[in-house]
């Protein structure tokens, strides 16, 4: 591989410059990525024709001198495999035919095989291995149980997603049946992403911060550790490392960095400074420029950059990124002083 920056982060090994890539960074605030969304009609087709999730998870980097490429999908194709009936509506955003509210829901649920019914994300990611010809690594993903849960409860996108949290006090059995049974399609979908060829992995618990810290621990972290250590058994997928993101759980970092992961997901909520003396270079850290940021101007975006870099000081194991996903209508120019900063 050419360029194995991120690579050497994870591995906790001085680099030449800080690896940088973006969360979300192959989409909406792109034109390209609209021009081709538009012509095929919705979300669902991109992700489901390998040609096209290919084509947009390589746009960033004909534009930026990324040092990883992510693959287009999302985190909801799982529990559409499931047979919940996916839909995205414009302006809303995703929205479920049938929701999780007992456990004969949770039975009928199926356990989705990868090479059949998610088979399009496997043959995306051998194109896109194809087409990066060793470029850069390419990360692969899924969103946590819990997270994926959150939707599977609400059958929509909510802001605090008030059912399933009140699921894990009303009835825990039925959101621990949930999560067994995510926890089992989870491990065998990025085992398929693996055996296809993905290089990272990473998980995204996007709702995390929605619960307790107790409750974080009993239902978001227990779960993805346990596919953590699924994938970390198997001489398949042991080599692959895992970066982990709980957007608004860092309170429970200490945890984080026991459950078996290389990276740990930083938000814009905390000093990199004090997360890199909590882990004590036990992980690699991936963060944590706030993505309002990018709205300001050039000169403004590098200064926080450098402001970042002199925090962090000359010690390995940092990946730079954004604390959560790039923003719609984030200025390009903006984007570019951003990783020039970061490379420079």
Avoid at 3 to 14: D, K, M, P
Avoid at 219 to 231: G, T, V
Wanted: aromatic fraction near 8%; hydrophobic fraction near 45%; charge should be neutral.
């Amino acid at each position: 591989m050419k360029n194995t920056r991120l690579l050497q982060a994870l591995n906790l090994e001085v680099v030449d410059v800080p690896p940088v890539w973006l969360m979300r960074q192959a989409g909406r605030y792109l034109p390209e990525y609209r021009a081709l969304r538009a012509k095929a009609g919705n979300f669902l087709t991109l992700c489901q024709t390998p040609e096209l999730a290919t084509e947009i998870t390589l746009q960033p980097l004909k534009r930026f001198d990324l040092d990883a490429a992510i693959l287009f999908s999302d985190i909801l194709t799982l529990p559409e495999a499931m047979g919940l009936g996916l839909s995205f509506q414009e302006g809303e955003g995703p929205r479920f035919e049938r929701r999780i509210e007992t456990l004969k829901d949770v039975d009928k649920l199926a356990i989705p095989d990868t090479e059949d019914a998610l088979n399009y994300v496997v043959k995306a990611v051998q194109l896109i291995k194809k087409e990066l010809n060793g470029r850069v690594p390419l990360i692969g993903f899924a969103g946590s149980p819990w997270t994926v849960a959150c939707y599977m409860i609400e059958g929509n996108s909510h802001k605090n997603f008030i059912n399933a949290r009140k699921m894990a006090y009303q009835a825990p059995e039925v959101l621990n049946a949930l999560l067994d049974k995510l926890v089992i399609a989870t491990t065998q979908y990025l085992k398929g992403q693996i055996l296809a060829g993905v290089d990272v992995l990473m998980l995204f618990d996007t709702w995390g911060g929605l619960l307790t810290p107790a409750y974080y621990r009993a239902f978001s972290l227990a779960s993805m550790q346990k596919i953590i250590a699924n994938l970390k058994s198997d001489p398949a997928t042991q080599h692959i490392p895992i970066i982990l993101f709980s957007k608004g759980a860092l309170t429970n970092i200490d945890a984080m960095v026991e459950s078996g992961v290389q990276g740990l997901g930083i938000d814009w909520t905390v000093s990199m400074r004090q997360m890199r003396e909590r882990v004590q270079g036990k992980v690699c850290l991936q963060g944590n420029l706030d993505p309002a940021v990018l709205f300001s101007t050039p000169q403004i975006v590098q200064s926080t950059v450098r402001d970042l870099l002199n925090e962090w000081g000359p010690h390995p194991g940092l990946i730079v990124n954004l604390g959560h996903g790039i923003e719609q209508h984030t200025p390009i120019e903006n984007v570019q002083a951003f990783i020039e900063a970061v490379h420079a």
